[in-house]
């Protein structure tokens, strides 16, 4: 049976900060209650990954980016064709596409956390400026997980552009 939250993190443990979406599920795994929540991890988004989306009614997207506001940037996604679409690695607005493509239908209410790294080169540990965004991220995520409302993580949003 599938759960019905989806908690996708994906990036390379042996490339720097580019490990913080999976070290941020690592976090969820070891402190919030899995019962209603699936965790995923790989590498990089693939064409493949749309049907993980399937009879999901939430999707949190986690990775690193070095484009951030502050520690973290949550946002919300929507399907959008762009230039990862024909690459091997995609981004969560591609999977969405490709979901939509597939199923004939809209994908679930998705939302993208997007954790500052600054370093990502192979055989680096994570940095101490990513290791400090990671713990706010890690903080932001417990609380956003203590209710799995679409309506309640979108006011995530709105509220912190207000």
């Not at 390379?12 to 795994?29: C, F, H, I, K, T």
């Not at 049907?51 to 986690?62: A, G, P």
């Amino acid at each position: 049976m599938v759960k019905p939250v989806l908690l996708f993190g994906y990036g390379n443990l042996s490339r720097g900060d580019d490990a913080l979406g999976p070290l941020l599920l690592q976090y969820v795994e070891n402190t919030v209650c899995l019962d209603a929540i699936e965790i995923l991890t790989d590498f990089q988004l693939q064409i493949e990954h749309a049907l993980d989306l399937e009879n999901r009614t939430l999707v949190l997207f986690v990775d690193a980016a070095v484009s951030c506001n502050g520690a973290f940037d949550f946002t919300v996604l929507s399907p959008t064709r762009d230039n990862s679409y024909t690459t091997h690695a995609m981004s969560p607005s591609a999977v969405l596409v490709v979901y939509q493509q597939i199923k004939k239908q809209m994908p679930p209410p998705c939302f993208l956390l997007s954790i500052k790294g600054e370093r990502f080169e192979l055989g680096e540990g994570l940095s101490a400026r990513a290791e400090q965004h990671l713990s706010i991220a890690c903080q932001f995520v417990g609380q956003l997980l203590s209710n799995l409302d679409c309506a309640v993580w979108r006011q995530q949003i709105t509220d912190s552009m207000g």
